[in-house]
């Protein structure tokens, strides 16, 4: 193999490895012509990438093969004009002709744009407008082409366009590469190590996309994740299950393995399923393998035992936080534990469980000595172990071969994430005492709930131990007294289906797994999860929509006097003491939801509101997707908001004690309480209704000029 030209391969042990490691970097490197073309010229017959689809078609191609198509393909793009510092578009999925156009593409100079082909026109026009780039390569499949195509007449720098086969308004890639000249005269001017070699478009969370750019010494870092984590070498079969147009791609499907020696796997889907991914596994004999948690979970539902992966010696993780659930169930059915790995589309691996390291379930692993990470809080102090902090990188000896170089015309993004001596990855994580790292997600990602600071992680982590669970995400839902709670969007198991009982067992689990001010307060169940092509869950997409839901779907107004007259009739039927309300919205100042949705229950024929829920708060719960006539069984939060003249300490809480024992008398169960109330009252109350107090916020009320403490609970059944 070629990587002992860069990294130290006779480090024996992880002490070894952080004391000793070193990079080394080639004035002038370029990973078409050091690597590709240097293996062809001492090994050509040696296996390069074996290409494989569920139809049963396959390709083998050694790396005399890539170099030959790939000095083709370089003639091809020539021809047509394309040259040093072009930016190309790549739309290739996993179709073999990705590594023959990829490393055409640097021969030539260009810089690579890897992209999803799911993407729409509005998507392709930002990047090519965004890149100026000035030709797309895409797969054969139509949908993709007329997106493409489309795309072309908006932007100006956009001057040719291939596909796979033949198509109008296209060239054919593959005619092309098949006619092209056999030799490729190698240019006298080659890019410069900090020169962009490839650009990833990478979204935040808020705002477009933007280009994280890298340079000509990428792929060499990109050895560190090959060797010390993937752990390939000489003679191993690896796949990474990513599809070409992410980052995860550069880290596992191209660069690192080659520099390694190690043979690719491209196993060609467009939907994953685990039967068939297993199966390919065992046909053709894969010893490394690495793939998101979310594929592992769908795999440890099968029967392992049904496939021979004898051969298979090695699995990473990466793209999310793996639970311990998924290890433990992998690691006895195979035998091989997963080696976690954390990086960015800005970096290679920045922490990694090694392969001298033991895997500890729940950390990502340690840094990698490629870099000078630290934890840092707000203010740029190293934290402690045990404490919280941001990731980061140091930068007082230098720019590290792998991080990015900035976003791609966009000083304000690229200031924002390099200052203070640091780059700031935005992630959030704690260390143990073994100097493990935990990993605690996204700053965006952190859950802040009644003054808790909740990791997603954790929680996903506790309803993935539940046997109903087969996947799940967990986000935040605005909520206008804790600022947010935690919400479980969950995919079910076979043989479990949704339903009330369900939530509240699954709510009383993560309470007993982990403490319970986590529990997900909302539960959604769905079909399936929002995930990227490479099986990446989308929190964000879960964010977005329940953020539309309450805005969109629901129109909020203040109490009219029918409502407080149907108020008044239902506090009647009830027994409730309505001497203080009067009529009208002046002194009824509770508000309801005008459209269909409203949050009625309904009681026999008739069908009356259980006022004292705030807009803000049937918001909340129009979010949770919960029809209205389960709201009160999902979330009860009763209470009785008056004009403050007509308000007495006791009357809310006498009135909401018959709201409550109505409720249970009828079987509507009340997993939640919210009143203002003093101690002595809570008290009371708790052993009345057999409430269990889990927290107690105090505020200060003045009414009528007289101060009261007063202290909101939040109660349970």
Not at 245 to 268: E, M, P
Not at 404 to 431: C, I, K, P, S
Not at 466 to 481: N, R, S
Not at 505 to 520: G, I, S
């Amino acid at each position: 193999m070629l990587a002992d030209r860069y990294i130290r391969t006779d480090l024996c042990s992880q002490e070894d490895f952080e004391k000793n490691f070193t990079l080394k970097v080639p004035e002038h490197f370029h990973f078409a012509y050091d690597i590709v073309d240097e293996y062809a010229r001492i090994s050509p017959e040696k296996p390069a990438l074996i290409w494989a689809d569920l139809k049963g078609n396959e390709r083998r191609f050694n790396f005399g093969q890539i170099s030959a198509l790939s000095d083709k393909a370089a003639n091809v793009f020539a021809a047509r004009g394309l040259k040093k510092g072009d930016p190309v578009i790549l739309m290739l999925k996993r179709r073999w002709q990705y590594w023959i156009a990829a490393v055409g593409l640097l021969k030539v100079g260009c810089v690579l744009i890897p992209a999803t082909a799911q993407l729409q026109k509005k998507d392709i026009v930002y990047r090519v407008q965004a890149s100026s780039a000035k030709a797309i390569i895409c797969v054969e499949e139509d949908e993709v082409r007329s997106h493409v195509l489309a795309s072309k007449a908006e932007c100006d720098t956009l001057e040719t366009l291939w596909t796979l086969g033949s198509c109008e308004g296209f060239r054919d890639f593959d005619a092309e590469l098949e006619a092209a000249p056999a030799v490729w005269e190698k240019p006298a001017v080659l890019p410069e190590n900090d020169d962009i070699m490839l650009m990833y478009f990478t979204s935040g969370t808020t705002g477009m996309p933007k280009m994280a750019a890298h340079s000509w010494t990428y792929p060499i870092a990109q050895t560190v994740t090959a060797y010390y984590w993937h752990n390939v070498s000489d003679g191993d079969i690896h796949i990474a299950v990513a599809d070409t147009g992410w980052a995860k791609a550069g880290w596992g499907k191209i660069y690192g393995q080659w520099i390694c020696g190690a043979t690719l796997f491209v196993y060609d889907f467009d939907r994953f399923v685990a039967a068939d991914m297993l199966a390919m596994l065992a046909k053709y004999k894969v010893t490394a393998f690495c793939a998101p948690p979310t594929v592992y979970r769908f795999m440890i539902k099968e029967d392992l035992s049904a496939y021979d992966l004898s051969n298979l010696r090695w699995a990473n993780c990466a793209g999310e936080p793996l639970n311990p659930e998924v290890y433990d169930r992998f690691l006895e059915a195979t035998g091989i534990k997963i080696h976690e790995g954390f990086g960015q589309s800005e970096t290679t691996p920045l922490l990694m469980t090694s392969k001298w390291m033991e895997p500890k379930t729940g950390s990502t692993g340690r840094p990698s000595p490629a870099y000078d990470i630290a934890l840092v809080d707000a203010d740029g102090n190293e934290v402690e172990d045990g404490v919280e902090g941001e990731i980061v990188i140091r930068l007082d000896k230098g720019h590290p071969a792998g991080l990015f170089l900035g976003y791609h015309r966009n000083q304000e993004q690229t200031d924002a994430v390099f200052y203070g001596g640091f780059y700031h990855t935005g992630d959030m994580a704690w260390r143990d005492v073994d100097g493990y790292y935990n990993f605690i997600g996204r700053s965006d990602d952190v859950i802040k709930s009644s003054g808790y600071r909740i990791g997603p992680f954790e929680v996903e982590s506790a309803l993935l131990t539940h046997p109903a669970v087969l996947e799940c995400a967990i986000t935040a839902v605005p909520h206008p007294d804790r600022g947010q709670v935690v919400k479980a969007t969950i995919v079910l198991m076979k043989g479990y289906l949704p339903s009330e009982e369900l939530k509240k067992e699954l709510q009383k689990h993560v309470k007993q797994v982990t403490a319970p001010y986590k529990y997900p307060r909302i539960v959604e169940f769905v079909d399936e999860l929002p995930k990227t092509i490479s099986g990446k869950i989308q929190r964000k997409l879960i964010r977005t929509d329940d953020s539309k839901g309450s805005a969109e779907k629901l129109q909020v107004r203040h109490a009219t006097t029918d409502d407080a007259e149907a108020l008044l009739t239902y506090l009647n039927q009830i027994g409730g003491e309505s001497d203080n309300l009067t009529f009208g919205a002046d002194a009824f100042e509770t508000m309801s939801v005008e459209n269909e949705q409203e949050y009625i229950q309904n009681i026999g024929e008739k069908s009356v509101m259980l006022v004292g829920m705030m807009g803000e708060e049937i918001a909340t719960l129009a979010a949770m997707k919960v029809p209205a006539k389960e709201r009160l069984q999902h979330r009860a939060a009763l209470s009785l908001s008056v004009k403050k003249k007509y308000w007495h300490r006791g009357i809310g809480t006498q009135m909401l004690g018959k709201l409550i024992d109505h409720a249970k008398q009828n079987g509507i169960e009340v997993l939640e309480v919210q009143i203002r109330t003093d101690h002595t009252a809570a008290i009371a109350l708790c052993n009345k209704w057999g409430f269990e107090t889990i927290g107690t916020f105090k505020r200060f009320l003045r009414v009528d000029g007289v101060d009261y403490d007063a202290v909101l609970l939040n109660l349970y059944l």
